[in-house]
T-cell receptor, first 111, second 117 residues
Framework: LAKTTQPISMDSYEGQEVNITCSHN???????ITWYQQFPSQGPRFIIQ???TKVTNEVASLFIPADRKSSTLSLPRVSLSDTAVYYC????????????FGSGTRLQVQP | GAVVSQHPSWVICKSGTSVKIECRSL??????MFWYRQFPKQSLMLMAT?????????EQGVEKDKFLINHASLTLSTLTVTSAHPEDSSFYIC?????????????FGPGTRLTVT
């Protein structure tokens, strides 16, 4: 499985756009990039997944360059409730396997 | 969306006793479920894979005789921590994979906080 590297922590203010970049240099051809969000004392929640280029949903956007060695999760106009840990994962294309979580990025949103 | 529940949400037990944690898929069937453990300020660590109708698969370093997993139906997996000790105090989370086409999307339970005194 490709190892992921992301910043340990980030700070932001309400209303700002937050971009969290994850590197995954050893990503395989069939791997997908997936992001999860976890609030304290809760299970992780799926945010977004992509293979290449850009993916957008109602919560976030995911930017993946052509070489796929990194990805950027973009959270538009964050609020205090976006304070959480965000995990970047590389998932084999076969799916339905256990997930390997890295250390994640602890995002703190200030008023 | 698919919902996974866990019971109890928190439990306190005395050292040496056993505790059972339930993980249920509420609106879908899960032939496979995963059990994770998370210590404070740390990431999730996979403990075992629970398979309906067969033995669980444990990760290296996880004692199968201490963490008993039973997946007796398509909607229920249980994790029993036997002879619990304070070092077993942790946050236990289960998950079930989504449809094949959704690859990395998994549905996580809300977690169970275990405190062993």
């Amino acid at each position: 499985l490709a190892k992921t590297t992301q910043p340990i922590s980030m700070d932001s203010y309400e209303g700002q756009e937050v971009n969290i970049t994850c590197s995954h240099n050893n990503i395989a051809t069939n791997d997908y990039i997936t992001w999860y969000q976890q609030f304290p004392s809760q299970g992780p929640r799926f945010i977004i997944q992509g293979y290449k280029t850009k993916v957008t949903n109602e919560v976030a956007s995911l930017f993946i360059p052509a070489d796929r060695k990194s990805s950027t999760l973009s959270l538009p106009r964050v609020s205090l409730s976006d304070t959480a840990v965000y995990y970047c994962l590389v998932v084999p294309g076969g799916g339905r396997r256990a997930l390997t979580f890295g250390s994640g990025t602890r995002l703190q949103v200030q008023p | 969306g698919a919902v996974v529940s866990q019971h109890p949400s928190w439990v306190i037990c005395k050292s040496g006793t056993s505790v059972k944690i339930e993980c249920r898929s509420l609106d879908f069937q899960a032939t496979t479920m995963f059990w994770y453990r998370q210590f404070p300020k740390q990431s999730l660590m996979l403990m075992a894979t629970s398979n309906e109708g067969s033995k669980a698969t444990y990760e290296q370093g996880v004692e199968k005789d201490k963490f008993l997993i039973n997946h007796a139906s398509l909607t229920l997996s249980t994790l029993t921590v036997t002879s619990a000790h304070p070092e077993d105090s942790s946050f236990y989370i289960c998950s079930a994979p989504g449809p094949v086409e959704k690859r990395g999307e998994q549905y996580f339970g809300p977690g169970t906080r275990l405190t062993v005194t």
